[in-house]
């Protein structure tokens, strides 16, 4: 019986693995292949070398990058943790439960367009006679248009709009899953709603508020286009810098070195936030 | 610590398409165990709910020694709640659960810790103040709930069905821990639950709750052996309910078993309810032998009693027999009633 | 206090929401824009940049291949995911739990890099650039989800349902075709499309991995680099469009999928 159940489990799990195997490990081996290759002249020489890693040791250009993408990333974590906690909170509390489903759909359909496109819009918005500046005329903030489109706040701006979304779903589910009885409880022990909130409702929620985090990490760190339509390229960020190499360098091989260096850095987050990483309810 | 007396006062709870409370009005007596018995949807939760001020009333007052408490918060009543399910909190330990009213108290914490002690002393779970919720047992899990409720020194302490998670031997074992704290603490105790054989283990008094009104009130033995009612006389464990007219000399009642002594006198010619207890149906022309002769149809061997059922014409009456008696379906029996045995209740069979 | 409390907290929410709304009602609203830039003021409502749209063949082409490509990943994605996760949950073989864990690592690595990585491959194996690999990327972003989604739908009671199956007489083939998969139907409607979406909008993959043949992303966004104009408002405003008709398609079909079962 238990032969039988392993061949037929295997039999119906194994396309999906070999799907994996074939279009993600294998990619995944010829990138860490790539990497140890060098580009030099034209074409690319397949002994195996370090040089690259050399490179990316050394080169203050690729280190800036890398230290402009974990800013621009971090700024981007902080902030839309930041507006989505109360939002999320907001909508698991004050809104009347047959509404929530609603509202929070109201959070994501934004994203229903096209990312390329509201990438682009946000140019619009932030350029020098665009909504943005005017309103900040008439309210007497500034005398005159500053330069807000293509800088490291539009970019963490735009990166912000987008990721409110992700952090409020996993907040929202993470303030859900408390059982209804324990803000009653502590209140029946003495709690004032501040307590509630401090030291069941907040520490409760702190999964949630990771899985976004983390989610918002992940996504945020290799994306190529919000950086490059809405800060410019102006300050150069990692995926940018990948790209550079792909497309106008032909360097392969150092690409190929960046990209296992943006891998690297997510597998470390992840490790470090694992214990935290789970939306399952802790019985 | 002695507990509080409660007044509750034409308590009504409406909510949009039905009343969960209709005009209830209570006394507790200070440091007694009073449990709240009924069905669901009797009102049963609300009213609990009420007393520890989660639901406020659409009318009435609630006094909890002498002071209006009707519109207090849980935080600032003399009342504490344990809860269904518990709801202890899964990202503390079993010292920081106890403790957390002592720390809302703003009680130091050396203090604190030798109150935690004390408490998890008492309800035998000592040395447990380290552990995690999530490595108790349910039996485990109840005890801690009731230390953090009791350890506040609360006037009157509310439970919510606090056995009902457990199996039959633990809910016993929890049954008699309950009765010995109480006895210890001398808090008043309301205890909210749907099974009789519970309300009758715990209670002095017990308060039977149907559709948001109150069907019969008062100590085990009376409720038992005296049910006001057809609802309370079944609600409270097995009974024959029959209807009947009261004969000539009152003090008789004519039924389709046969002619029942009754122990009041009553009008003749009414009509009234009668409740028998099966447990007080004598067997054999030895008794009074009112009820005539009836066809054993079940015979169930349940342990300390047997469960018999038998059969006349139409009719059906429900037996309960020592141990020892030897019927099977098929006999022939004679059944009689003794007069202060068989019960007028209001409402009908 | 308390009534100052709730107005603090609705006053934020509508400034969030205004912060989350507004650029798309603004992109939507300009799509209908009279003139030529989508900029105030709003001279509409107009159809000109639809129609302009839809005479641009480009974006046209664009648009099929889209949807082409989003369909044939999302149908294989949530397939395979529907086979793993059966696999997984009613024969449980050994290894389960490194398999579940291979089967989603895909999901802990850019699309960046994916896309990078499939594209160096294909470059190894002289495969060239074509839609067909940008498929192949869409399905193995996705299939890690699909997994996931429908692995959650398969619930343990749902087993017991197989097993009276095979007991009166069903064959492996019945007990998946007619037992196990209308269960877990709302799962795999919502796999799919999910996974559609996700296509829909893709661009980095599509980007490493497409030649002339483009996907809808990849063709606004080089419409875009020679100017700003409407018709990417009207491009924009029609991704949302047929998005909203999706997610509402599988509200529906999910709704009517559960009237059906009923489950308990």
Redesign the interface.
Known sequence: MTIRRNWQGWALVGPALLVTLVLFAAPMVMVILTSLHRRTGGTTDRTLSLDNYVRLATDSTIHQALLNSLEVVGLTVFFSTLVSYPLAYIIAFRVPVKWQALVLLLTVVPFWTSYVVRSYSWLLVLAKNGVMNQSLQSFGLIGEPITLANTRFATVLAFVHFFVMVSTLTIYASLRQIPNNLPLAARDLGASPWHVFTRITLPLSIPGVTVGAFLTFVLAIGDYITPQIVGGGNELLLPQLLMLQVSRRGDFPLAAAMALVLLVIVAAVYAVSAKNLTLERRR | MTGAGIEIENLVKDYPGHTALDRVSLSIDPGSYTVILGPSGSGKTTLLAIL???VEPSSGVVTVDGHDVTTV???KRP???V???Y?L???MTVGQNVG??LE??KVNKKKRGDLISEALEMVGLAHTSDRHI?DLSGGQRQRIALA??LI?KPRVLLLDEPLGALDVKLRRQMQDELTRIHDTVGTTFVHVTHDQEEAMSLADTIVILRDGRIEDMGSPERLYLNPATAFSARFMGDSNVISGTVAAGGDTVDTVWGTIGVAQTNNPNSLVTLSIRPEHLELGPEGPGNLGEWVVHESHFLGQRQRVVARRDSHEVLISLPQTASVRPGDSVILGVAPDRAKIVKGDA | MKLLRGSIAWIYALVVFGFILLPVVSLVVFSFQATNLPLPPFAGPSLRWYEALFADSGMVEALRNSLIVGVISAFFSTMLGFLSAYGLARYRPAGAQATRAALMTPLGVSYLVIGFGLAITANELALGRSLVLVTLGHIIINLPLAFAIILSQMRDEDETLEKAARDLGANEWIVITRIAIPVVLPGLLAAFLLSFTLSWDEFIIAFFLADFDVTLPIEIWSQLRTGLDAKTNAAGTLVFAISVVTLTLAYVLNRAVQQRSRRP
Do not use: N
């Open positions: 520890g001020g989660f918060a849980p935080s009342t504490t709640t809860f269904q399910d709801a909190f899964p990202h957390f009213g809302m108290r999530a953090r409720a506040v």
